[in-house]
């Protein structure tokens, strides 16, 4: 059975802001315990590498200098704001920036 794509592993590439999720999988055989101790919840980064050797995983530059490992599952793409600048995922925070009020209209 082919597994479809999740919307992470089709708009993440290299470059691509993420923030990494509150609820990352429990530890996994599969990472070395050093790698696993690296990765953070809910931290706002941007992918630096990818691998596929035990299925897609991403590397994330966290933005405090630190990166880790994750699964498409555990992060979620970010777009900024043109007008604004602020990074969001599917919503753009409604705080008097135009291009939020459009979306927000929009959406409803």
Known sequence: MIRPQSNTEQRAVVGTKVRTRDDLVPENKEYQRKAWAKR?????GEI?????SHGLCFEVLHNNGSSGWYEPDEVDVLRQCPECLVLYGDDHPD?????????????S
């Open 95 to 107: 705080d008097d920036c135009r291009t939020g009020t459009v979306e927000a209209v929009m959406g």
């Open 48 to 52: 630096v590498k990818h691998s596929n």
């Open 40 to 44: 953070k919840p809910g931290m706002i």
